[in-house]
């Protein structure tokens, strides 16, 4: 009898050698600093130990204060930092100050300073406005922006230009030593809906990937971006075949992710659904050797007293994901997470104690940029 341990093992070689990327972390830009390197081996290897935790502008809001120097809501409340820190800079494109929820892009690019001084990671997204219609945000819905972007001269010289800002700002996150400060940079994230320019109602699986392969492109060859990891995410999925119907191919993909928010009308199904989600995407990212991440989650105004270990917790236990990251605390009518004083306060401190949930004082102990 052939001994099934045996064949496993013999399958595993078989599928490292049908697809290389496999059990490597090479960055899709072979010129990335150091610093970037180690920080997607560090993706994988903090991932053996459990979760990091997330927060979206930690640093900037909360929910009675904003631009507060070293303030946090979660340190307050569990005397730690996040490891993770999320940022948008939507809006830079046009050249304007703030981004599209009024965040000082110069507030930003101190406090990505600050998070990564703190031994912390951070990760920008982009939600930019759309280039045939420059006036429209990202939550534009007008069909075929994609198509008339690449097939006319006018409107694709613009999105360069809009490229160029996003690289200059890029190349400038600079920490103290003058060392350009790694980032994972999550393009044309939610792909999954369609609520911005880029969704799947409003453009083909081959547009969308011939848009992010160009945008990766610009940024990695023509602009020399070397600071930065890229990510995929989409929003909830139902399949493996929806998950990966617009991934860009490995070549294009450091990091993996999907937004998978609670709320009322999928809460009763948000354990199930989130675990059959992140089930999915666990198992391509091993498959392709990258680190997979809830990249956005929550459950808006957190109705819920024991939101975090009772339906959070057994969601990432056991997942394999690198980090969770919880929307922003921005005022009392717009927040995702909990605050000193919320009824999940008490909730979230349980979960912060978990000894797999990381938060920034374990991670900084590892030392995620150095060897």
């Given amino acids: 009898m052939i001994n099934k341990r045996y064949i496993t093992v013999i399958l595993g070689i078989l599928l490292k050698m049908a697809n290389p990327a496999i059990g490597q972390e090479t960055p899709v830009n072979a010129s990335v600093t150091s610093e970037t390197r180690l920080l997607l081996q560090n993706l994988h290897d903090m991932a ?10 930690d640093l900037v809001n909360g929910i009675h204060w904003k631009y507060k120097k070293d303030s946090s809501d979660i340190r307050t409340l569990v005397g730690d930092y996040p490891a993770v820190f999320g940022w948008d800079i939507g809006k830079l494109e046009i050249n304007d100050r703030a981004n599209f929820e009024g965040v000082l892009l110069d ?13 912390g990671i951070n990760t920008i997204s982009w939600l930019c406005y759309n280039p045939v219609s420059p006036t429209e945000t990202a939550k534009s819905t007008t069909d075929s922006t994609i198509h008339k972007l690449f097939s ?9 230009q809009w490229l160029d800002r996003v690289a200059n700002y890029l190349k400038n996150l600079q920490a103290s030593d003058g060392q350009s400060i790694p980032v994972v940079l999550r393009l044309f994230h939610e792909n999954t809906g369609s609520w911005f320019w880029w969704g799947k109602k409003h453009c083909t699986p081959e547009e969308y990937i011939k848009l992010y392969r160009y945008t990766v492109d610009y940024l990695k060859d023509k602009k020399k971006v070397n600071n930065v990891l890229f990510a995929y ?11 990966l119907e617009r991934y860009p191919g490995d070549d294009y993909v450091d990091v993996i992710g999907a937004d998978i928010y609670d709320g009322p009308k999928n809460h009763e199904t948000f354990i199930t659904d989130a675990t059959r989600m992140v089930t999915t995407m666990t198992e391509i990212a091993r498959e392709k050797g990258k680190p997979s991440a809830i990249m956005e989650t929550g ?11 009772n339906f959070l917790y057994p969601v990432v236990r056991g997942s394999g994901l690198s980090y969770v990251m919880i ?15 919320h009824i999940a306060a008490d909730d979230f401190v349980k979960f912060s104690q978990k000894p797999d949930i990381l938060f920034l004082s374990k991670i900084s102990r590892h030392g995620v940029y150095r060897k």
């Avoid at 053996?48 to 502008?57: P, S, V």
């Avoid at 459950?299 to 270990?309: F, G, H, K, L, V």
């Avoid at 929307?327 to 004083?341: D, E, H, L, V």
Wanted: glycine share 8%.
């Fill in 48 to 57: 053996k130990n459990g979760t990091m935790f997330g927060h979206q502008d």
């Fill in 107 to 119: 507030e930003i690019a101190k406090n990505v300073k600050l998070a990564y001084e703190k031994g």
């Fill in 152 to 160: 006319d001269a006018t409107n694709l010289k613009r999105y360069d």
């Fill in 233 to 243: 995410c989409t929003d909830k999925f139902k399949s493996r075949r929806e998950f």
């Fill in 299 to 309: 459950y808006r105004q957190m109705p819920i007293q024991d939101w975090y270990t």
């Fill in 327 to 341: 929307w922003k605390n921005a005022r009392k009518s717009a927040f995702w997470g909990t605050y000193p004083g």
